[in-house]
């Protein structure tokens, strides 16, 4: 299936989701997300839901990051779209501030900048993803760009509602593969760090 009509059907599929599916999925994520050995990361970049199209609520990892991972620095992202690149902004969810962009994502008003290459692992938002870690997004590339700026051997942790279809179509040269994926019933490992 082509990346287009993934998109496409797998948006039908998060939105078709009940509320307390939706719930039941995300609490089984963060049971498998506490299962990870997070031990060396002691920076980590994740993303901020997009509550109106049923992305897994990052707000809940974050309350198991402060409480249980203490020991680590967290960062979100803020974008911009003219340029497709994105800043790591140092994230308190005591403190920072935040307000939702354009495209409904709530991003840091202001706030300390880390540079790309202190980041340990990056926690991406995705649709769905293949048995070889690659993963389709919403198609702006903001991720394989800021990706890119990273450390070779930092971990690219996908998170998602659902389980790997076999193959994704279509993929790029510049598509940054993943490292692991996490879903509410397995962990996924693909190597891919260089």
Known sequence: MEKQQLREKVLLQR????????????????????????????????????????EVDTFEFINYFKTE????????????????????????????????????????????LLEPQQIDAVIIPLLTFDLLGHRVGYGGGFYDRFLERCRPDVLKIGVSLFE???????THEQD????HCITPTHTYFFGNLN
């Open 15 to 54: 939105q078709q989701l009940s509320k307390s599916d939706f719930w039941r999925l995300n609490d089984e994520l963060l049971t498998k997300l506490q299962q990870f050995n997070w031990s060396r990361v002691k920076v980590l970049h994740l993303f901020l839901p997009i509550v109106e199209r049923k």
């Open 69 to 112: 991972q203490a020991h680590m620095k967290l960062a979100v992202p803020r974008c911009h779209y003219k340029t497709r690149q994105m800043d790591a902004v140092l994230f308190d969810p005591e403190t920072t501030v935040l307000a939702k962009n354009k495209h409904q994502i709530p991003e840091p008003l202001y706030g300390e």
């Open 164 to 170: 790997p279809i076999e193959k994704i179509f279509n």
């Open 176 to 179: 940054v593969l993943l490292s």
